[in-house]
């Protein structure tokens, strides 16, 4: 007996300007809270400047480091992601419901 396979009626297509600057958000929150990349460097044990360069202007980070970023800071920092994803899908239903 086969696997049954799921067959999608159209294709998903991905969004490939998501822009968002998760770097940029945490330095953020670290100002707001009025802390420093050594003290979060220091709460994560690892080295500050390696954390410096990785954080600097990127889109993309470790799930499992923004977790625990998110901790350090006690701050949500998926709600943003969760925010942009949000206004995609709402973008895209608007442009259905307008080509319809």
């Known amino acids: 007996m086969g696997h049954p396979h799921i067959m999608l009626g159209r294709s998903v297509s991905i ?4 822009d968002m600057d998760i770097g940029a958000l945490i330095f953020q ?3 707001e809270k009025e802390r420093s990349i050594a003290w979060l460097a220091k709460r994560l044990d690892c080295d500050d400047s390696n954390l410096r360069k990785m954080l600097k202007g990127t889109r993309y980070i470790n799930t499992d480091l923004l977790l625990n970023i998110s901790i350090v800071l006690e701050e949500d920092l998926f709600a943003s992601y ?3 994803l949000a206004e995609i ?6 442009q259905q419901i307008r080509s319809h």
């Open 15 to 18: 969004e490939k300007n998501v």
């Open 82 to 84: 969760s925010k942009r």
């Open 89 to 94: 899908v709402e973008g895209r239903i608007d």
């Open 29 to 31: 929150k670290l100002k």
